[in-house]
């Protein structure tokens, strides 16, 4: 229930022997490599272990593989089944995964994926060029004569190009001044205008022609066309619907592949896991004939992982183990927890992991954020919902463990929301006669606001009594006196002081808190500043720690937020039921009613839990964790990869 104990090893073995070793250690799953070459300098007897040219074949076969996959899920047929979202990923153990890489024909069903995902792009390419050719042919759709035959005219010459569209009078007008020339106006567009031009071989009319091709900005253009543009389209369009053909062909067939889908995510899992152990190869060393082998291991695994080195080398080893310092910034952290805490765990490594020599704040703080997020969604139908939603999933759809872990923690969450709710009296945010109720919101928002504050002050002071409890543990119990002890004596006799002032209670009791609290205050101005050197040091810095005290009211204030989201979850329900209720009496209300009920309350769960889950979050995070956590640990990486299409089971 706390940090895992980390040991390190030594592991000596044969080189011949290291690939074996790699697998047996990832199939074993917690390991943590260490990177030898970042600790060791004998250059001359240790050597780093690189397989670059496995490592290039490896990527090569993963990319062959990641192609296959993301090309039948382009054009597979999605089936909205809801048996096959429940089935979720397949699941695989480390064995099955390997035995399925080894069986199946993946790299024959990979090469033929390949070759008909080039043909598709190879005839998307070809019709993409020929509709380039038909757009451009287009233009000239018009002209209802063979360019090629233009060319071929003796007696006069023949021009196609075009006109700058703001220039289309100037030039009609001028060319319409030659009397041995014609032209004819094909298309027109917002840019230019396209002609034909037929003109006399006569000197005087090629010149006069020049001069209005000059001023015009007339442009020649060179058709490579041997056929009549018409004709010419209608073969083109006719190429590309054979083009078009081809590839739904090609699209079908890629298709027909697809129940190789979930074998090919498979091995793509299983090459992922064989580049892990290539990769991490390059943390270790060796020499002429060993491989050197050093990392973290659960101390509680020792002997499971000195018998799986064993039965792979046969006994040709030799290994030694070493318990993690607790001063040792290096040690990976590793939380174990009990089923419902362990949902929990997110939280922390959201924030930051806790480094080796502190403790672990999930079971801590578990208790604290289920009560907080059932204040703030309290709704004994909301957390209905939440409990059998959660439960169906639980129960009935395959997850992988992260995200079963989230499922589990909504879970346990809804019964908390269940619980406030019908403490509250809230029912879908409407009050069902003659049910018990401990207080009404809606009208003891006091007595909320106050329980607020009496819960946050309780989860404060359990965080300073977590940071005394750490400084005794380290034995620093004078640290502990001057950090917490006039702490609690400086806040704990200003609330009952302020408390039994205000409200005229025992004289007697009000003047012992005063006196604890002024005993607290002066402790702090004395000891807050006891790192500084001077006297002046020593007494500034305990004044500014006193001040310190304006950020326990901030502290004492944001719990307020507890009664805020709760009444604010309450009254946007109350308000669906009062519309939903306006309309009841309306012929648009058998329509529109349960649609206003079902998308209101629905769309008011999800923002109640939203802000649920962020606000419990911030007052663990700031309040609680900002008293006695520091966290900044490196999380434990198993020596396997994350799953991506599969779930693999330990």
Request: charged share 25%; with cysteine.
């Amino acid at each position: 229930m706390a940090i895992v104990k980390m040991s390190k090893f030594n592991l000596i073995a044969f080189d011949s022997q290291r690939a074996k070793i790699l697998k047996g250690l990832q199939k074993f799953k917690e390991v943590s490599f260490i990177d030898i070459n970042e600790d060791d300098n004998e250059e001359e007897i240790l050597n780093r272990v690189f397989d670059n040219e496995e490592l290039t074949k490896i990527e090569e076969r993963l990319y062959s593989v990641d192609y296959s996959i993301k090309l039948l899920k382009r054009y597979q047929v999605i089936k909205k089944d809801i048996k096959l979202m429940m089935k979720g990923n397949d699941n695989y153990t480390f064995e099955e995964l390997a035995k399925k890489a080894a069986v199946y024909d993946w790299k024959e069903i990979c090469r033929k994926l390949k070759k008909l995902g080039s043909n598709l792009d190879e005839v998307r390419s070809k019709i993409s060029k020929k509709y380039g050719e038909l757009e451009s042919v287009s233009l000239w759709k018009r002209l209802d004569v063979n360019p090629e035959a233009l060319k071929n005219l003796k007696t006069v010459d023949t021009y196609l190009g075009t006109v700058p569209f703001k220039l289309k009078n100037d030039f009609i007008s001028k060319i319409s001044e030659l009397d041995k020339t014609y032209y004819e106006e094909l298309r027109v567009t917002k840019d230019d205008v396209y002609y034909l031009v037929i003109s006399d071989k006569s000197e005087s009319e090629k010149e006069k022609l020049a001069e209005t091709f000059r001023d015009t900005s007339f442009v020649v253009t060179d058709i490579k066309l041997d056929a009549v543009p018409e004709e010419q389209m209608n073969v083109l369009k006719k190429e590309i619907q054979e083009l078009k053909d081809e590839k739904h062909a090609l699209k079908d067939e890629i298709k027909s592949y697809d129940e190789e889908l979930s074998s090919l995510e498979a091995v793509y899992e299983y090459l992922k896991n064989k580049k892990l152990r290539i990769t991490e190869t390059e943390k270790m060393a060796k020499t002429e004939n060993t491989c050197i082998l050093r990392g973290w291991i659960p101390t509680g695994r020792k002997e499971e992982f000195e018998k799986t080195v064993k039965e792979i080398t046969h006994g040709n080893y030799y290994t030694e183990f070493e318990e993690a310092d607790l001063e040792d910034e290096k040690v990976p952290i590793k939380l174990k927890n009990g089923k419902i805490v362990s949902a929990f765990e997110n939280l922390t490594e959201m924030y930051a992991l806790p480094k080796y020599n502190e403790i672990d704040p999930t079971p801590l703080f578990t208790p604290f954020y289920i009560v907080f997020f059932g204040m703030m969604g309290a709704d004994v139908g909301y957390g209905l919902i939440l409990l059998l939603g959660t439960l169906f999933t639980l129960k009935f759809v395959n997850l992988n463990k992260k995200m079963k872990l989230m499922v589990q923690f909504f879970f346990y969450l809804s019964f908390s929301v269940i619980i406030w709710g019908f403490l509250y009296g809230s029912y879908f945010g409407a009050e069902m006669p003659g049910m018990w109720r401990l207080i009404n919101p809606a009208n003891e928002f006091q007595k909320l606001l106050i329980g607020s504050m009496i819960f946050g002050l309780i989860h404060l002071f359990f965080g300073l009594a977590i940071k005394a409890y750490l400084l005794f543990k380290a034995k620093k119990p004078l640290d502990a006196l001057y950090d917490v002890g006039f702490w609690y004596m400086a806040l704990a006799g200003g609330i009952v002081y302020l408390v039994f002032s205000l409200m005229k209670l025992s004289p007697v009791v009000t003047n012992i808190s005063m006196w604890i609290m002024i005993v607290g205050m002066i402790g702090i101005v004395l000891t807050g500043g006891r790192e500084a050197k001077s006297i002046g040091g020593k007494l500034g810095g305990g004044l500014y720690s006193l001040y310190g005290i304006s950020g326990y009211v901030g502290d004492f204030v944001s719990y307020s937020r507890l009664m805020a989201l709760g009444l604010s979850g309450g009254f946007i329900a109350q308000s669906m039921n009062m519309i939903a209720q306006m309309l009841g009496g309306s012929i648009y209300g058998l329509v529109f009613v349960p649609v206003i009920l079902v998308v209101g309350h629905l769309f008011n769960l999800f923002l109640a839990f939203l802000g649920a889950y962020v606000h419990t979050s911030r007052l663990i995070y700031v309040e609680f964790f900002g008293k006695f956590y520091e966290g900044g640990g490196k999380a434990f990486k198993n020596f396997r990869t994350e799953s991506k299409y599969i779930n693999l089971e330990d």
